[in-house]
């Protein structure tokens, strides 16, 4: 009955502290009032890893017996947060039968396992790095080693994570392991199940770079306030002196439609040749390169960017041209080998394009660069495909 008690005590003091949580974290919103989530950038291979620590008791409860005394349990532990609500983690969890549930033995066992973690308050809530409080089911599998035999097992929990800073957590993991009451090479049980609850207080150390960025297209426009007087006065004097710039402009304006008026019968659109002072009109071909963009972590083209190609291909391309196509990523988001291969298939798409648009195969050449060579200064722009006549 003591073992009863603990347990239930725990698994009822995590589950009001992680909905309380909730309440101290209302304020995760946008403007307006609605709770803030994603889409988030992708991490690096060991950003939002950890590793656990902990220690607590164990027991065992079988059909007819009931629940037997309590024992000493121990756990150690790897993950990783792919998402601010998924994770995995794998694992030991060690721990002891200190006393005879009916008729079986006592026995030492150790379980290695994997997790998978659903971070139920980022979920439902809203991310935000700095919450205290985290409310996270999980369910695993794993081999479980009774003495020197081996029997599967599966079992669920809850983790309750606080945040004590950014590089530690003070974990409580309340679970059951599952498995066959073979377990503990009792005969005649073979077929009967027996569980294992769980509780354990412990640490855990946050590797690598921590924290999730939002994606977002637009930036928002930052207006500065309090709005004085003194601001609205010197705002009048700017506006003052940009319309005596702009009544300037406009008689610089006059002067140069007069030298332009013996010009005025060109038509607008048109190139012209001018040699011996006169106008020859002359057909012109798009200028090269020509560069195609994609969205972040795409290889498909959007219609503008295919409008562009298109145009590009009419004015410039046959099946004589030779061209070069040259791909690449961005580094500030994803895997170097993950760019690697998003840049291949980008040049992929605007070579398929341009062969059906006139452009023999054989006469494009591609290279596929990653996020190795990015030579423009914002992200965006270096999710693109260049396109040069040799």
């Given at each position: 009955?003591k073992?009863?008690?603990?347990?239930?005590?725990?698994a009822?003091?995590g589950?009001l502290?992680?909905?309380?949580?909730?309440?101290q974290?209302?304020?995760n919103?946008d403007?307006?009032g609605k709770?803030?989530r994603?889409?988030?950038?992708?991490n690096?291979?060991?950003?939002?890893?950890?590793?656990?620590?902990?220690a607590?008791?164990?027991s065992?409860?079988?059909?007819?017996y009931?629940l037997g005394?309590?024992?000493?349990?121990?756990?150690v532990?790897f993950?990783k947060w792919f998402?601010p609500?998924?994770?995995?983690?794998?694992?030991?969890?060690?721990?002891k039968?200190t006393a005879?549930?009916?008729?079986?033995d006592k026995a030492?066992?150790?379980?290695?396992h994997?997790?998978?973690?659903w971070?139920?308050?980022n979920?439902?809530?809203?991310?935000?790095e700095?919450?205290?409080?985290?409310?996270?089911?999980?369910v695993?599998a794993?081999l479980?080693?009774?003495n020197?035999d081996?029997?599967?097992?599966a079992?669920?929990g809850?983790l309750?994570?606080?945040r004590l800073?950014?590089r530690?957590n003070?974990?409580?993991?309340?679970?059951?392991i599952?498995?066959r009451a073979a377990?503990?090479?009792?005969?005649?049980f073979i077929k009967?199940y027996?569980g294992f609850?769980?509780a354990t207080?412990?640490?855990?150390?946050?590797?690598?770079?921590?924290?999730?960025?939002?994606y977002a297209?637009?930036?928002?426009v930052?207006?500065?306030?309090?709005f004085t007087?003194?601001d609205y006065n010197?705002?009048?004097?700017k506006?003052a002196?940009?319309?005596?710039?702009?009544a300037q402009?406009?008689?610089?304006?006059?002067?140069l439609e007069n030298?332009l008026?013996p010009f005025?019968?060109?038509?607008?659109?048109?190139?012209?040749l001018?040699?011996n002072?006169r106008?020859?009109a002359?057909?012109?071909?798009?200028a090269?390169?020509a560069?195609?963009?994609f969205?972040?972590?795409s290889?498909?083209l959007?219609?503008?960017?295919?409008a562009h190609l298109?145009?590009f291909?009419g004015?410039?391309?046959d099946?004589?041209?030779?061209?070069?196509?040259?791909?690449?990523?961005d580094?500030?988001t994803?895997?170097?080998?993950g760019?690697?291969?998003l840049?291949?298939?980008r040049v992929?798409?605007?070579?398929?394009?341009l062969?059906?648009l006139?452009?023999a195969?054989?006469n494009i050449?591609t290279?596929?660069n990653g996020d190795?060579?990015?030579i423009?200064?914002?992200?965006?722009?270096?999710?693109?495909?260049?396109?040069e006549?040799?």
């Open positions: 009955m073992g009863i008690k603990l347990f239930g005590i725990l009822v003091a589950l502290a992680s909905f309380g949580a909730y309440a974290e209302d304020n919103r403007e307006n709770v803030a994603g889409p988030y950038l992708t690096g291979v060991f950003d939002n890893t950890f590793i656990g620590l902990g607590g008791v164990n065992v409860l079988e059909k007819g009931g005394k309590m024992g000493l349990a121990t756990d532990n993950g998402t609500a998924v994770g995995a983690r794998i694992g030991w969890h060690g721990f039968d005879k549930s009916g008729a079986l030492n066992f150790n379980y290695f994997g997790d998978l973690l971070n139920i308050s979920s439902i809530d809203g991310y935000k700095t919450r205290f409080w985290n409310f996270i089911p999980y695993n794993g479980l080693m009774v020197k081996q029997e599967l097992g079992g669920f809850l309750n994570s606080l800073g950014e530690i003070l974990n409580i993991d309340l679970g059951v599952g498995a377990a503990y090479n009792m005969e005649g009967r027996v609850p769980t207080l412990g640490l855990q150390f946050n590797l690598g770079r921590t924290g999730f960025d939002r297209s637009v930036i928002p930052v207006v500065p306030l309090p007087e003194a010197n705002l009048k004097n506006v002196a940009l319309e005596r710039e702009n402009l406009k008689n610089k304006i006059a002067d030298q008026a005025k019968n060109l038509v607008d659109g048109q190139t012209y001018f040699q002072g106008f020859t002359v057909e012109a071909k798009v090269s390169p560069t195609v963009y969205d972040l972590g290889a498909k959007s219609e503008r960017e295919k298109e145009y291909a004015n410039v391309v099946g004589d041209t030779k061209l070069l196509l040259t791909g690449s990523a580094k500030q994803g895997t170097a080998r760019n690697q291969k840049s291949e298939q992929e798409t605007v070579k398929n394009l062969t059906k006139g452009a195969a054989s050449e290279v596929a190795t060579k990015n423009f200064d914002t992200p965006a722009k270096n999710r693109c495909v260049v396109v006549v040799k």
